[in-house]
């Protein structure tokens, strides 16, 4: 699998600039490096947080849902930890007989 390169905000913005301006995503690929198909996805997604198309989701959302997602999963962790210290003290407190071993 090809290793994905980062470019810098300034750069993609010069480049949809560049769309916007009239030239073509195809033409603009040939001259720099990024594809034409990341061109047209960086265009997608200006287009999609200025509001000019309404499907898809926005930078903003997408980083919210990415911070959400790892705050979910910390919470799940957390859970999973307080409930083994729950039952833990359960046991060391008698309010909960110990597992038997005799079945």
Known sequence: M???RSYPQ???QQI???VRAGRSPKELAGEFEPSEQTIRNWVAQADRDSGRR???LT???KEELQRLRREIKQLRVEREILAKAAAWFAR???AIPP???HS
């Open 2 to 4: 090809a290793k994905r």
């Open 10 to 12: 300034e750069f993609r």
């Open 16 to 18: 949809i600039d560049l």
């Open 54 to 56: 309404s499907e898809g």
């Open 59 to 61: 930078t903003q959302d």
């Open 92 to 94: 060391e407190t008698d």
């Open 99 to 101: 597992k038997s071993t």
